[in-house]
Nanobody, 125 residues
Framework: EVQLVESGGGLVQAGGSLRLSCAAS????????IGWFRQAPGKEREGVSC????????YYVDSVKGQFTISRDNAKNTVYLQMNSLKPEDTAVYYC??????????????????WGQGTQVTVSS
């Protein structure tokens, strides 16, 4: 059974940090790129970051460049999203998703094959 399980969300004050984890199972992790998405209430799901597999290339939406860092540990089948200098506008449910390496990274949420259940991130002002 394919599973992506996010963890690490929570409530943090503005300026604080969180590290999200996405643990994968049930598929060949190395064959997939992993993206992070977020969805705030009343807003569309937004691509935040993506990381390749063997090449480790990383991509960020402009609004989080220099603030978020994505990384992966293929030995642990886990991808991380380090979020620093958090702002109230970063409040959202954060999801990780998997897409084949052949297809490559994308910020289009509809292009991903597998999804986690999401983890809530709330940033208070």
């Amino acid at each position: 059974e394919v599973q992506l399980v996010e963890s690490g969300g929570g409530l943090v004050q503005a300026g604080g940090s969180l590290r999200l984890s996405c643990a994968a199972s049930g598929f060949t992790f190395d064959d997939y790129v992993i993206g992070w998405f977020r969805q705030a209430p009343g807003k569309e799901r937004e691509g935040v970051s993506c990381i390749g597999s063997s090449d480790g290339r990383t991509y960020y939406v402009d609004s989080v460049k220099g603030q978020f860092t994505i990384s992966r540990d293929n030995a642990k089948n886990t991808v991380y999203l380090q979020m620093n200098s958090l702002k109230p506008e970063d409040t959202a449910v954060y999801y990780c998703a998997a897409r084949t390496v052949r297809a490559g990274c994308s910020f289009g949420w509809y292009e991903y094959d597998y999804w986690g259940q999401g983890t809530q991130v709330t940033v208070s002002s």
